[in-house]
């Protein structure tokens, strides 16, 4: 009798086992066929080699259509505009989460999380790079675009990035200078190396007009202690850290390799892989290219460091996001598909593959640091990785523009830094007046 | 009655179908873009959401200092490149008007910059113009000169982007005023060479004046093409460095993408059409006081005999 019971029971919690064994909460949504659109971007072609993997255990199909990430951009504004759009799920490049939280574009995700039969519980939202999900994920807290008491979640960080310094181990030895910790150290160091090492650059930026020189000098000016505007959108852009960040860019582009000040990303890297520069500050995005022996002639020499610390620490946030826009048709199968991907699982895959991981984590993987052992560095500078570099509102591509701009006329024409960014503040709050920023002053 | 009505109506039916076929291409755009610049609308609303602003576009634009030095910049451009195009693309058609042997296969490689994609132009020449790596440095420093910031100083970046629109755009000029050349009546040429014209007074006295037609509609294409220039200069400088080669174009097209004000960016363009409206009608004009001045010596020259 008692073994009889003690069998039923077994039976029992076999059956049970069984059944917790086969429940699919993917069974729904087999044989959906999901269409996103990604950016042309190394992370985003690392996670073309995992989505198989994701169709294989779910059942979900998914088309891709990737695009330069400019060009997404467009496609995305109008496509968000249509009653019913094209795509199931976007990845969104960081400004544009002003423009599609702000238009209503984008599904709210609170109530997939919400969900039960949609959201994992084993997900761990806790281990989510909290810098990126601040910048690329959360609207509507505080200044409306960071997080608060009042924001709530649009996206998931994916593709997203920090900022390193990549220096050259050789050229730091054989000269015995030290790896910049403070900005002072950098600002030396960058101007030292053009003196010591005929020929080559002290570190290798972007300064392009536009979007490029703006993206540089912001770099600098939020670990020098500025920003863009205070609490009530006033411009404090040309107070005395807007200069210093002004000037430590014109150093840095006066003691760059040759043609400097026409260098976008991908020319500032370049300049970096072929030797002409000692260091390189910029995305993480740039560091497996770095390493990559078929592109690269410093592979294996470059060492990688914090973004260093001017008054405060504080490295860049950006890159990409994943979200379902309102007018998508899958919009639960695409939930599911944002939940893979940044899963532990998903994100080691697709950091495995090349991509940045979106998981403290991750970087912390055994495996990863074997394979990319810069991850570990990376990993720390995200704790610094700071949200509010620059400000995510409508207004931001305007004023970008024009920082970019006088930027550049600092570097090539000998405009005084101070003269510039006293022009930027004046134009940049007619524009902010314009859109209703002072309504409440 | 009727089936005179009806007559009469006959041609404009058989007229319509054109007539409503060049009024949805030609007229709907351009009437929507003129709606749209007395809009104030992001690319993220529908057009119907966007707030009416009368004219403030316009008005804000004539006091924005960057859309003004972009003006500044297009006007220059365009006034230097079509002069220099016009007088290295005449002068050539005047040196190749004459039989020389393998003259098809010159004529084929002169007109190969034109043929290219502007895109395609612009990486190249940015890659010529490269600070280390670009064939004009190297060749300096090989000479032992110093290199040129080719595209890093403001005016030096502004001289770049005319010497590569006038290596594309020249050969156009070329081809059209050789075709005018060829097709001179030679009975004028001939009996100018009879009176002892030089080679000279020939160019100045007769090819010149007899090509004006053509080399004032050559002069109006490229001047219009000249102002809407886009693709090489967004390739090799971006508008940069400050604004030193941010043409009209190039603006329109950032405030649209970048700034995402689409009726700022329609009233740019209307900006432009108006502009480049002037331009035709001053030409048409000039044009039709030309030839009323030729009628007018004719109809003298025919009292007199």
């Given at each position: 009798?008692?073994?009889?019971?003690?069998?039923?029971?077994?039976i029992?919690?076999?059956?049970?086992?069984?059944?917790?064994?086969?429940?699919?909460?993917?069974?729904?949504?087999r044989?959906?066929?999901?269409?996103?659109n990604?950016?042309?971007?190394?992370?985003?072609?690392?996670?073309?080699?995992?989505?198989?993997q994701f169709?294989e255990?779910?059942g979900?199909?998914?088309?891709?259509?990737?695009?330069?990430?400019l060009k997404?951009?467009?496609?995305?504004?109008?496509?968000?505009?249509k009653?019913?759009?094209?795509?199931d799920?976007?990845?969104y490049v960081v400004f544009s989460?002003?423009?599609?939280?702000?238009?209503?574009q984008?599904?709210?995700?609170?109530?997939?999380?919400?969900n039960?039969?949609?959201?994992?519980p084993?997900?761990d939202a806790?281990?989510?790079?909290?810098?990126?999900?601040a910048n690329?994920?959360?609207?509507g807290?505080?200044?409306?675009?960071l997080?608060?008491q009042?924001?709530?979640?649009?996206?998931i960080?994916y593709?997203?990035?920090?900022?390193?310094?990549?220096?050259?181990?050789d050229?730091?030895?054989?000269?015995?200078?030290?790896v910049p910790?403070?900005?002072d150290?950098?600002l030396d160091?960058?101007?030292k190396?053009?003196?010591?090492?005929p020929?080559?650059g002290?570190m290798?930026?972007?300064?392009?007009?536009?979007?490029?020189?703006?993206?540089?000098?912001?770099?600098?000016?939020?670990?020098l202690g500025?920003?863009?505007f205070?609490?009530?959108?006033?411009?404090?852009?040309?107070?005395?850290?807007?200069?210093a960040a002004?000037?430590?860019?014109k150093?840095i582009?006066?003691?760059?390799?040759?043609?400097?000040?026409?260098?976008?990303?991908?020319?500032a890297?370049?300049a970096?892989?072929?030797?002409?520069?000692?260091?390189?500050m910029?995305?993480?995005a740039?560091?497996?290219?770095?390493?990559d022996?078929?592109?690269s002639?410093?592979?294996?020499?470059?060492?990688?460091?914090?973004h260093?610390?001017g008054?405060?620490?504080?490295?860049?946030?950006?890159g990409?996001?994943?979200?379902?826009?309102?007018?998508?048709?899958?919009?639960?199968?695409?939930?599911?598909?944002?939940?893979w991907?940044?899963?532990?699982?998903g994100?080691?895959?697709?950091?495995m593959a090349?991509?940045?991981?979106?998981r403290?984590?991750?970087?912390?993987?055994?495996?990863?640091?074997?394979?990319?052992p810069?991850?570990?560095t990376?990993?720390e500078?995200?704790?610094?990785a700071?949200?509010?570099w620059?400000?995510?509102i409508?207004?931001?591509?305007?004023?970008n523009?024009?920082?970019?701009t006088?930027?550049?006329?600092?570097?090539t024409?000998?405009?005084?830094?101070?003269?510039?960014?006293?022009?930027v503040?004046?134009?940049?709050?007619a524009?902010?007046?314009?859109?209703?920023?002072?309504?409440?002053? | 009655m009727?089936?005179?009505?009806v007559n009469?109506?006959t041609?404009?039916l058989?007229?319509?179908p054109?007539?409503?076929?060049m009024?949805?291409?030609?007229?709907?755009?351009?009437g929507?873009?003129i709606?749209?610049?007395?809009l104030?609308?992001?690319?993220?609303q529908r057009?119907?959401?966007?707030e009416w602003?009368?004219?403030?576009?316009y008005?804000?634009?004539?006091?924005?200092?960057?859309?003004r030095?972009s003006l500044?910049v297009?006007?220059?451009?365009?006034a230097?490149?079509?002069?220099?195009?016009?007088?290295?693309g005449v002068?050539?058609?005047l040196?190749l008007d004459?039989?020389?042997?393998g003259?098809?296969?010159?004529?084929?490689?002169f007109?190969?910059?034109?043929?290219i994609?502007p895109?395609?132009?612009g990486?190249?020449?940015r890659?010529m113009?490269?600070?280390?790596?670009?064939i004009?440095?190297?060749?300096?420093?090989?000479?032992?000169?110093e290199?040129i910031?080719?595209?890093?100083?403001?005016?030096?970046?502004?001289t770049?982007v005319?010497?590569?629109d006038?290596w594309?755009?020249?050969p156009?000029?070329?081809?059209?005023?050789?075709a005018?050349?060829?097709?001179l009546?030679?009975?004028?040429?001939?009996?100018?060479?009879?009176?002892?014209?030089?080679?000279w007074?020939q160019v100045?006295y007769?090819?010149l004046?007899l090509?004006?037609p053509?080399?004032?509609v050559?002069?109006l294409?490229?001047?219009i093409?000249?102002?809407k220039?886009?693709e090489?200069?967004?390739?090799?400088?971006?508008?940069?460095p400050?604004l030193?080669?941010?043409?009209?174009?190039?603006?329109?097209?950032?405030?649209?993408?970048?700034?995402?004000?689409l009726?700022?960016?329609?009233?740019?363009?209307?900006y432009?059409?108006?502009?480049?409206?002037l331009?035709?009608?001053?030409?048409?004009?000039y044009?039709?006081?030309v030839?009323?001045?030729?009628?007018?010596?004719?109809?003298?020259?025919?009292?007199?005999?």
């Amino acid at each position: 009798m008692l073994s009889l019971t003690y069998r039923l029971t077994g039976i029992a919690v076999a059956a049970t086992m069984a059944t917790a064994a086969m429940a699919d909460p993917y069974e729904p949504y087999r044989g959906t066929t999901l269409v996103i659109n990604v950016p042309a971007h190394p992370h985003y072609n690392a996670m073309m080699q995992v989505l198989p993997q994701f169709t294989e255990e779910t059942g979900i199909e998914v088309e891709v259509d990737q695009l330069q990430y400019l060009k997404m951009r467009e496609r995305q504004t109008l496509e968000l505009t249509k009653r019913e759009g094209d795509y199931d799920m976007i990845a969104y490049v960081v400004f544009s989460k002003a423009d599609y939280v702000f238009a209503d574009q984008l599904e709210n995700l609170a109530k997939y999380f919400m969900n039960p039969k949609l959201a994992d519980p084993s997900y761990d939202a806790s281990d989510l790079i909290d810098g990126y999900v601040a910048n690329i994920g959360v609207a509507g807290g505080d200044k409306g675009y960071l997080p608060g008491q009042t924001g709530s979640l649009f996206g998931i960080p994916y593709g997203s990035e920090t900022s390193v310094l990549a220096y050259r181990k050789d050229i730091f030895e054989k000269h015995g200078i030290d790896v910049p910790e403070t900005y002072d150290q950098l600002l030396d160091a960058a101007c030292k190396i053009p003196e010591v090492e005929p020929g080559m650059g002290g570190m290798a930026s972007r300064a392009a007009s536009g979007h490029q020189a703006s993206h540089a000098f912001l770099l600098h000016l939020a670990p020098l202690g500025g920003r863009v505007f205070d609490d009530k959108w006033e411009p404090i852009i040309n107070n005395e850290a807007g200069v210093a960040a002004a000037n430590a860019l014109k150093t840095i582009v006066d003691c760059g390799p040759e043609g400097s000040s026409t260098f976008g990303p991908a020319e500032a890297a370049a300049a970096f892989k072929q030797g002409q520069a000692a260091m390189f500050m910029d995305s993480i995005a740039f560091a497996s290219g770095f390493e990559d022996p078929s592109q690269s002639t410093v592979a294996g020499k470059v060492g990688y460091a914090l973004h260093p610390e001017g008054v405060r620490r504080g490295s860049q946030t950006g890159g990409f996001g994943i979200a379902i826009p309102k007018n998508a048709e899958n919009k639960e199968a695409a939930f599911l598909l944002m939940q893979w991907l940044t899963s532990k699982k998903g994100d080691k895959l697709v950091a495995m593959a090349g991509g940045n991981p979106s998981r403290f984590s991750t970087y912390q993987d055994a495996e990863l640091n074997e394979k990319y052992p810069y991850s570990a560095t990376f990993g720390e500078a995200l704790k610094y990785a700071d949200p509010d570099w620059r400000p995510i509102i409508p207004t931001w591509g305007k004023i970008n523009a024009d920082i970019g701009t006088s930027m550049s006329k600092v570097l090539t024409e000998g405009l005084d830094p101070q003269e510039a960014l006293d022009g930027v503040a004046e134009r940049a709050r007619a524009i902010m007046d314009e859109a209703g920023y002072y309504t409440w002053n | 009655m009727q089936t005179a009505n009806v007559n009469r109506l006959t041609p404009y039916l058989f007229m319509a179908p054109a007539l409503i076929v060049m009024a949805v291409a030609l007229m709907y755009p351009i009437g929507y873009m003129i709606y749209a610049s007395f809009l104030n609308w992001n690319p993220s609303q529908r057009i119907g959401e966007a707030e009416w602003v009368g004219f403030s576009n316009y008005i804000n634009l004539l006091q924005d200092d960057a859309f003004r030095e972009s003006l500044w910049v297009t006007l220059k451009f365009a006034a230097i490149v079509v002069t220099l195009e016009m007088i290295i693309g005449v002068g050539l058609a005047l040196l190749l008007d004459r039989n020389i042997r393998g003259m098809s296969v010159l004529r084929t490689i002169f007109i190969l910059p034109m043929m290219i994609a502007p895109i395609v132009v612009g990486l190249m020449w940015r890659y010529m113009y490269h600070p280390t790596v670009g064939i004009f440095n190297r060749t300096l420093k090989s000479l032992g000169l110093e290199p040129i910031p080719w595209l890093s100083d403001g005016s030096w970046a502004f001289t770049s982007v005319i010497i590569a629109d006038i290596w594309q755009w020249t050969p156009f000029i070329f081809i059209l005023s050789l075709a005018a050349l060829q097709s001179l009546p030679r009975s004028a040429l001939e009996a100018s060479r009879i009176d002892g014209a030089t080679p000279w007074q020939q160019v100045i006295y007769i090819k010149l004046p007899l090509m004006m037609p053509v080399l004032i509609v050559t002069l109006l294409l490229r001047l219009i093409d000249a102002f809407k220039v886009l693709e090489v200069i967004l390739v090799m400088t971006n508008g940069g460095p400050g604004l030193s080669t941010e043409i009209l174009s190039l603006r329109i097209n950032r405030t649209a993408a970048e700034f995402r004000e689409l009726g700022e960016a329609a009233a740019m363009s209307n900006y432009l059409l108006i502009l480049l409206l002037l331009l035709t009608v001053a030409m048409y004009l000039y044009n039709k006081a030309v030839e009323a001045r030729a009628a007018r010596l004719r109809a003298a020259a025919g009292g007199d005999a």
